[in-house]
Nanobody, 116 residues
Framework: HVQLVESGGGSVQAGGSLRLSCAVS????????MGWFRQASGKEREGVTA???????TYADSVKGRFTISKDNAKNTLYLQMSSLKPEDTGMYYC????????????WGQGTQVTV
């Protein structure tokens, strides 16, 4: 039974930084394809960034150059470093296991709130 637990959210001023973490537990490690999603109030959930087992990454245009996804397989943890945050980055952030090359998620964390 795989569980994903996000942490690191909070309130930050525009231009600031936050690092989100996603601890992966259960029968599957953080290897494979993982992603971060966000959902602003009144909007649909959207894919932000993803990483595959070889460390290749993809980013939504809205966060390119500001957000960095990474993972530590030894710690079974996925990270999202967010810099130059904007008010439009506000939302609930979720980590998820995704089908490689897609935004199709099969396992979700509970989310962590980011307010800019």
């Amino acid at each position: 039974h795989v569980q994903l637990v996000e942490s690191g959210g909070g309130s930050v001023q525009a231009g600031g930084s936050l690092r989100l973490s996603c601890a992966v537990s259960g029968s599957t490690s953080s290897s494979g394809c993982m992603g971060w999603f966000r959902q602003a109030s009144g909007k649909e959930r959207e894919g932000v960034t993803a990483i595959d087992s070889d460390g290749r990454t993809t980013y939504a245009d809205s966060v390119k150059g500001r957000f960095t996804i990474s993972k530590d397989n030894a710690k079974n943890t996925l990270y999202l470093q967010m810099s130059s945050l904007k008010p439009e980055d506000t939302g609930m952030y979720y980590c998820a296991r995704v089908s490689c090359g897609t935004w199709a998620a099969s396992i979700w964390g509970q989310g962590t709130q980011v307010t800019v």
